[in-house]
């Protein structure tokens, strides 16, 4: 049957096109998440600042939990948020210890000059040695009003030695520029200070936030053993500045992992209605060959060696192609601060490899899949059966397609018990999945329903709705086959968007609601952040009745993930509504906490209990519980006092909230917009990693509606001998996509709604927000596509002689 299946792909190219571009867009697909998955379980990132260290102590950046289970051990670990700090006494013992020749400590803390384009921070002038930062002009810095910055920031703000320079950090403050260095680091700038000015714009007594040692690695790991200090070297060493490239390299693993199996998934369903279509507009030969003797097997042989075929020409490319996609995705992930800028790629030969065998295996059961039933047809029915053509379900795929509605019943109904994002999210995308399965399995019995339903409309335009309707009513299978691409397009589209809305919105309005002071002065209105002492300077103003501070962190109960803002509780009813549900408010203090009805329900908590929590940096604390409310999307799972959040994160600065009259020349900015910058930065994530998908499916639609249009010359050219002009065969051929487009937009707009009713209810407890405007949009855009594609083979058919295209081959 090799033989035969070549000769088809020789002489039916234009019919295998729309596999092979599906195949290609798949295999890139999966490569490139290959390769963000690879780079997540192997990519490192290199040390800068400490780079001329051999060995760096620093905190433990990971909080553990060890379980036993079945008599065996386990100890997990997730990574905190915040820099762990060392005890100035561990730092002590190590640069004491035998072998060790040299130990330098610094101190980190947010510093900055004008508006960098990365990372900047302060350190003291006595660490320059870890990199080593050398001067090229003037002295170091002595008192507390002298800086040295280094080579980038002196030429990116135009300084020089004796400039003076406005240096926005934990205190504000204009500063003498004494000295500039003759380096600069590629990811971060870096500014120095007096050691004692470090120390004190740190504000971390007695702690250090690494230290680094020119000496015995040996050495330096048994001088703080028994401590929760920890050892790197080599490449490792990158973890300690960079600390978001632990937590990014984690979540590469789980994106890479997600989307690579969304794509293998959406490309089955997609290559196998893609196939089906192709083995319908060949029923005639295949009934031939079943007329001559060809058994069931040798049939569906035949239909799986041209899959492999086309797979094996087609993965290759597309895996070449996944690698530069895979760069594309690293920089759109780059530039929304998703990922480090010095995390690179890791590009080795399994992901394209692994890409291409599963693009392969994946068209060849998608091959399978479609010719089923045209291989199962007995000789003596199949030329009848290839004309007829009828729109027969199976008992199989129909038990199969009840089996995918009650699938999807039961992942939506998960969804409305699901109140984490991280759990909501994947289940969101598998629910849309698998509805639409069950819609393309369950599709000829739903295109006759619907069939039924248009041809009362459609009949009374004469000609072209009257030839449109009948069209629709022969074949529900190819009906099905162009309806199912452009529902999953319009269906995932819909899903990803709405999801984002929903809760965007939802914590929008929380904020809005709940923030009932008059004014916000946040980074948006005087810079990068809120320096410590304005809230005090505030407070004395004439006309101003409460101000509270107001950090932002995580934390960790155990191993999971909460939010957490921290907040000055003097005046706090005269400027946030937190919707207290149970217990009060005013006993928020150093040793209490409140917490979000969702995070409640899910701790097991109520006013009284101890919540053992681990903050940003480390630190174990057990608050007691005061209250409990019901704004936590607006404003965060937990809220501590001020104090508590602010001495255990990188940035203390935040956002004050102000009751009352500002004075004149102090800027603010309107409520809820941090909730709803956090739910847009989240959602671009989401928008650019499905966007892939999406455009896949677009591709499929056009494949689909191509290979359907183009295969009708035949039916058309008979049209044309018949009397029917080209005008009345386009206006026919538009009706037609307009009664696919609207089976797809309801089809479509059901499953998203289905899906995002469960997400709604889980993680915000009310309805999805769906924007008019741009779900008018997404169909809009679906029904332009697919009326380009059909329009553009249309025309082309239609130039062919009718009775040239009449007698040409099927």
């Known amino acids: 049957m090799l033989g035969i299946a070549l000769a088809t792909l020789r002489h039916r190219k234009a019919g295998f096109a729309g596999a092979f571009a599906a195949l290609l867009c798949a295999a890139a697909l999966v490569c490139a998440c290959g390769v963000l998955l690879d780079t997540g379980l192997r990519g490192s990132v290199g040390p800068e600042r400490y780079a001329a260290a ?53 101190v980190v803390f947010p510093a900055a000059i004008g508006a960098p384009e990365g990372e900047s921070w302060g350190h003291g002038w006595d660490s320059a040695a870890l990199t080593p930062f050398t001067l090229r002009d003037g002295r170091p810095p002595v008192a507390a009003d002298e800086i040295v910055v280094d080579a980038a920031t002196a030429r990116a703000n135009g300084l020089r030695v004796g400039s003076d320079a406005r240096v926005s950090s934990t205190e504000n403050g204009t500063y ?9 680091l590629d990811h971060q700038a870096a500014l120095f200070f007096s050691p004692e000015r470090a120390r004190a714009l740190a504000g971390r007594d007695g702690m250090v936030a690494a230290v680094g040692v020119w000496g015995s690695e040996r050495a330096v790991r048994d001088a703080v053993r028994g401590t929760s200090a920890t050892v790197r070297t080599g490449t490792d060493r990158g ?10 390299r984690i979540d590469l693993i789980s994106m890479g ?31 031939l060959l079943r007329a001559v003797a060809a058994t069931p097997r040798q049939v569906r042989r035949m239909i799986g060696r041209e899959a492999l075929v086309v797979g094996l020409a087609a993965a290759p490319l597309g895996a070449a192609c996944g690698l530069p996609l895979a760069f594309w995705l690293r920089d759109r992930f780059r530039g929304l601060g998703a990922l480090p800028p010095n995390l690179d790629l890791v590009v080795g030969p399994v992901p394209p490899l692994a890409a291409a065998l599963a693009t392969v295996a994946a068209a060849v059961a998608a091959a399978r899949i479609a010719g089923r039933r045209t291989a199962r047809i007995r000789p003596v029915e199949a030329l009848g059966d290839a004309a007829l053509r009828p729109a027969r379900l199976g008992p199989a795929r129909i038990a199969a397609g009840l089996a995918a509605t009650a699938g999807g019943v039961v992942l939506t109904v ?112 005087i810079g990068p952040g809120v320096p410590r002492g304005t809230a005090a300077e505030l407070r004395s103003a004439p006309g101003v009745t409460a101000v509270t501070e107001v950090v932002r962190s995580e934390v960790r109960v155990g191993l999971e993930k909460y939010t957490v803002q921290g907040v000055t509780p003097e005046g706090l009813e005269r400027t946030l509504d937190l919707d207290v549900r149970a217990g009060s408010l005013a006993g928020l203090g ?29 630190t174990p604390i057990e608050p007691t519980v005061v209250a409990v409310y019901g704004r936590g999307l607006g404003f965060g799972d937990l809220t501590l006092a001020h104090e508590v959040v602010a001495a255990h994160v990188d940035d203390p600065r935040g956002t004050l909230l102000v009751a009352g009259t500002l004075p004149d020349g102090v800027p603010a900015t309107a409520a809820g917009t941090l909730a709803e910058a956090r739910a847009t930065a989240t959602a671009q994530v989401d928008y650019v990693a499905m966007a892939l998908i999406i455009a896949f499916t677009a591709i499929a ?73 741009v779900h008018l949009a997404v169909l809009a855009a679906g029904g332009a596509l697919a009326l380009l594609a059909t329009a553009l083979p249309a025309r082309l058919v239609l130039a062919v002689r009718p009775v040239q295209a009449a007698g040409g081959r099927e």
Not at 240 to 248: D, I, P, Q, R, S
């Open 257 to 287: 992992g997600a989307l690579g199996g969304t794509s293998l998934l959406v490309a089955v369903l997609v290559v196998s209605g893609t196939f089906a279509l192709s083995v319908r507009q060949r029923e005639r030969e295949i009934a």
């Open 701 to 773: 639609v056009v494949n689909t509606l191509a290979m359907a249009t183009a295969d009708r010359a035949r039916e058309l050219a008979a049209l044309r001998l018949a009397g029917a002009t080209r005008r009345q065969l386009m206006r026919m051929l538009g009706f037609e996509t307009g009664s696919i487009v609207l089976i797809a937009a309801v089809l479509g707009t059901a499953i998203a709604l289905a899906v995002l009713t469960g997400f709604a209810g889980g993680m915000t407890g009310g309805a999805p927000h769906v924007p008019p405007v």
């Open 54 to 106: 051999p060995v760096v102590v620093s905190g433990d950046q990971f909080v553990h939990e060890t379980t036993r289970k079945k008599g065996k051990e386990k100890r997990k670990s997730k990574a905190i948020a915040e820099r762990a700090w060392l005890p100035a006494p561990v730092a002590a013992r190590v640069a004491a210890a035998p072998g060790v020749r040299k130990a330098v400590a610094e």
């Open 590 to 618: 150093p040793s209490a906490i409140a917490v979000g009805s969702t995070a409640a329900g899910r701790l097991g908590v109520r006013p009284g209990d101890r919540l053992p929590l681990t903050l940003g940096d480390g």
């Open 414 to 525: 998960l969804l409305a018990n699901l109140n984490t994002e991280a759990a909501a999210s994947p289940v969101t995308f598998l629910a849309a999945l698998v509805w639409t399965i069950a819609v393309a399995l369950l599709g000829p019995a739903l295109a006759r329903a619907a069939v039924a339903v248009l041809a009362v409309p459609l009949r009374r335009f004469p000609v072209g709705g009257r030839l449109a309707a009948a069209n629709l009513a022969m074949d529900g299978r190819r009906l099905a086959s162009v309806v199912t691409p452009l529902t999953l397009m319009i269906g995932l589209t819909g899903t990803i968007l709405f999801a984002q809305t929903t809760l965007g919105h939802a914590a929008t309005r929380q904020a809005e609601d709940g923030t009932i002071a008059a004014h916000v002065v946040d980074e948006k209105a």
């Open 176 to 184: 003498r520029v004494v000295g500039v260095t003759g380096q600069a």
């Open 239 to 248: 973890k300690v500045e960079f600390l978001g490239a632990e937590e990014a």
